[in-house]
């Protein structure tokens, strides 16, 4: 344990010496003439020693005092360097998480026009899909679906989610047409027990179909049910604004209406980061992204 002096009293006795004046340093320090007294005594009393010499109209350092407030100075020099180096990188950085689907499919084929517009910034993009802590993680904003509603932290709506099942073409030319969502609850499903399933059947008006969710191949993310269907291993449930590409290109076939979800994507950062200049600056980059793009997302 550092045999050192409450850290409130040292950062007194430092503006103390450095002005030889009470009044100044309280000024300073947004304190009282006699709560910096009180402070200064505090030392005195753990030092058994007096730091300052009270002459009629001026104070004076002692000896003890003129040999420790250099050092003492030099001190919260060394911290002001360490958190002005700490504040100068973080403010360099700009770490943001999302799922792997939206990373791949959606901001990263955009965000180098945030880093042509913020230079100075270097960017970092992690996807996955755990819960961030940014108390304990090195994340500044998260991209995430869902209500909106987190305690704690500042949300941004970003857009909706229209979900709607797709297939290979291989597949479709295998179980043959495809007319109804009776003839769809009857093939293949991705993931079956994923909750966009049950919504989707309820959202087009058609009987719960549970039954059929003990079978099936179950995935993790939406990026690994879009490959396994286009691999034609059956039908996956999607965010069709995710898969612009692969539908265009004709890799994902639409077998069934598309119907809009409950929840949907937004930003989210911790309420304290509000202000932040990079946050701010990102918040406003991806809100005109949004806009750019959304009469090009669907094709309703």
Same mark, same amino acid.
């Given at each position: 344990?550092?045999?050192?002096?409450?850290?409130?009293?040292?950062?007194?006795?430092?503006?103390? %010496?450095?002005?030889?004046?009470?009044? @100044? %340093?309280?000024?300073? #320090?947004?304190?009282?003439?006699? %709560?910096?007294?009180?402070?200064? $005594?505090?030392?005195?009393?753990?030092?058994?020693?007096?730091? +300052?010499?009270?002459?009629?109209?001026?104070?004076?350092?002692?000896?003890?005092?003129?040999?420790?407030?250099?050092?003492?100075?030099?001190?919260?020099?060394? #911290?002001? $360097?360490?958190?002005?180096?700490?504040?100068?990188?973080?403010?360099?950085?700009?770490?943001?998480?999302?799922?792997?689907?939206?990373? %791949?499919?959606?901001?990263?084929?955009?965000?180098?026009? +945030?880093?042509?517009?913020?230079?100075?910034?270097?960017?970092?993009?992690?996807?996955?899909?755990?819960?961030?802590?940014?108390?304990?993680?090195?994340?500044?904003?998260?991209?995430?679906?869902?209500?909106?509603?987190?305690?704690?932290?500042?949300?941004?709506?970003?857009?909706?989610?229209?979900?709607?099942?797709?297939?290979?073409?291989?597949?479709?030319?295998?179980?043959?047409?495809?007319?109804?969502?009776?003839?769809? /609850?009857?093939?293949?499903?991705?993931?079956?027990?994923?909750?966009?399933? $049950?919504?989707?059947?309820?959202?087009?008006?058609?009987?719960?179909?549970?039954?059929?969710?003990?079978?099936?191949?179950?995935?993790?993310?939406?990026?690994?049910?879009?490959?396994?269907?286009? /691999?034609?291993?059956?039908? /996956?449930?999607?965010?069709?604004?995710?898969?612009?590409?692969?539908?265009?290109?004709?890799?994902?076939?639409?077998?069934?209406?598309?119907? #809009?979800?409950?929840?949907?994507?937004?930003? !989210?950062?911790?309420?304290?980061?509000?202000?932040?200049?990079?946050?701010? !600056?990102?918040?406003?980059?991806?809100?005109?992204?949004?806009? #750019?793009?959304?009469?090009? @997302?669907?094709?309703?």
């Amino acid at each position: 344990m550092r045999k050192i002096p409450p850290l409130s009293a040292v950062r007194v006795f430092e503006a103390a %010496a450095r002005h030889c004046n009470f009044t @100044r %340093a309280g000024e300073e #320090l947004g304190m009282t003439q006699a %709560a910096v007294s009180y402070q200064i $005594r505090l030392i005195e009393d753990r030092l058994r020693t007096k730091l +300052f010499l009270r002459h009629k109209g001026h104070l004076s350092l002692t000896e003890v005092g003129k040999a420790i407030a250099p050092l003492v100075s030099g001190a919260f020099d060394s #911290l002001e $360097r360490a958190f002005s180096s700490a504040l100068a990188e973080d403010n360099q950085t700009l770490t943001i998480n999302t799922t792997p689907s939206f990373a %791949a499919h959606w901001l990263a084929p955009r965000i180098g026009r +945030f880093q042509i517009l913020e230079p100075q910034l270097a960017v970092r993009l992690r996807s996955d899909q755990h819960y961030v802590d940014f108390a304990a993680e090195d994340v500044d904003v998260v991209i995430r679906n869902g209500s909106g509603n987190w305690p704690g932290l500042s949300a941004h709506f970003l857009m909706a989610v229209y979900i709607q099942p797709f297939a290979s073409p291989d597949f479709i030319a295998r179980y043959g047409p495809i007319e109804s969502p009776t003839d769809l /609850a009857a093939l293949p499903r991705l993931s079956p027990d994923d909750e966009w399933w $049950r919504f989707w059947f309820t959202s087009i008006g058609t009987a719960n179909t549970d039954e059929a969710a003990g079978a099936g191949l179950r995935f993790d993310s939406q990026a690994m049910d879009a490959t396994a269907a286009m /691999a034609g291993h059956g039908i /996956a449930i999607l965010d069709r604004g995710m898969w612009r590409t692969d539908i265009e290109a004709g890799r994902l076939v639409p077998v069934g209406t598309y119907a #809009l979800a409950e929840t949907g994507y937004w930003l !989210a950062y911790p309420e304290y980061r509000r202000q932040s200049i990079k946050v701010r !600056a990102f918040r406003n980059w991806l809100e005109g992204e949004v806009a #750019l793009s959304a009469d090009d @997302r669907y094709d309703k």
